[in-house]
Nanobody, 122 residues
Framework: QLRFVESGGGLVQPGGSLRLSCAASGFTLGSFAIGWFRQAPGKERERVFCIAGVGTSTSSVDPVKGRFSISRDNAKNTVTLQMNSLKPEDTGIYSC???????????????WGLGTQVTVSS
């Protein structure tokens, strides 16, 4: 089955950290950009971070700037999202997808994961 497998989610207190991992199954990251998405309860899914397949450029939404970071390891076929200083509004299902482009400016995706739940609550 060609999809990503996400892991690392859980329940964390505000101010805490989580490290999410996204592993490609049945295909390679290649030179494609990879995006991390979040779907909060009752809201549309949004892309919160992306890492390009060429070079080291990344893009992120304003609410996570300075708190989240992204990295990729093509040899291990994984992409990691490090989340620090978590807030209750970061709660949601986090999933990853491969962009059909080497660049984060692309908005078409081919492979997706089922996601991992992140809950930030005291």
């Amino acid at each position: 089955q060609l999809r990503f497998v996400e892991s690392g989610g859980g329940l964390v207190q505000p101010g805490g950290s989580l490290r999410l991992s996204c592993a490609a199954s049945g295909f390679t990251l290649g030179s494609f950009a990879i995006g991390w998405f979040r779907q909060a309860p009752g809201k549309e899914r949004e892309r919160v971070f992306c890492i390009a397949g060429v070079g080291t450029s990344t893009s992120s939404v304003d609410p996570v700037k300075g708190r989240f970071s992204i990295s990729r390891d093509n040899a291990k076929n994984t992409v990691t999202l490090q989340m620090n200083s978590l807030k209750p509004e970061d709660t949601g299902i986090y999933s990853c997808a491969r962009v059909k482009s080497a660049f984060c400016s692309g908005d078409s995706y081919d492979y997706w994961g089922l996601g991992t739940q992140v809950t930030v609550s005291s």
